[in-house]
């Protein structure tokens, strides 16, 4: 089951999958990862996979210390800009460098598909992981991965 992003904590590890099909116009990439949200039952962490272009998507938004950026302004346009498979590339690319093994937080779920996020240090998101139930899979995965920091703490 392919889960959509909510407001939480997540670290997404693997490679990047790109799905696409006879009702799919657009091609999206889904990937495994670690999640600590809020659900009927509080806080939980979790192994799930989840959709994350939306990540990089017109509609959502990116933010730092400094500013808020349009999350697609995020990856390198391809140079042919008619060909999706260029399209999809450079998207695997983006989330292969800066998604994967990175801890980052959503904010805010803006709407259908649009999310608000910023990356957060391996601390906050190990801290978060401590105030949480997880079950063994989400301990032995955690402790594979070699959680990268695009914070400054």
């Known amino acids: 089951m392919i889960n959509q992003l909510t407001k939480g904590k997540y670290v997404f590890f693997g490679s990047p999958e ?5 009702n799919v116009l657009v ?7 670690l999640s600590i949200t809020d659900d009927e039952q509080g806080l939980c962490g979790k192994v799930q996979e989840f959709e994350i ?16 950026l349009e999350a697609h302004k995020l990856y390198t346009w391809p140079v ?20 994967i093994n990175h801890p980052i937080e959503i904010l805010f779920e803006l709407g259908e ?15 978060a992981m401590e105030q949480v139930a997880v079950s063994l899979e ?7 991965l070699g959680l990268k920091s695009k914070v400054s703490t």
């Open 18 to 22: 790109q799905q696409q099909g006879q």
């Open 80 to 99: 042919r800009l008619g060909d999706p498979n260029a399209w999809a590339e450079s998207k695997r690319v983006f989330f292969e460098d800066h998604l």
């Open 27 to 33: 091609p999206y990439f889904t990937v495994k990862g």
């Open 138 to 144: 989400f301990k032995e995965i955690k402790a594979t």
């Open 53 to 68: 272009s939306q990540l990089i998507s017109k509609r959502s938004v990116y933010v730092d210390s400094e500013r808020s």
């Open 113 to 127: 598909q649009e999310v608000s996020w910023q990356y957060i240090s391996p601390d906050t998101f190990n801290q």
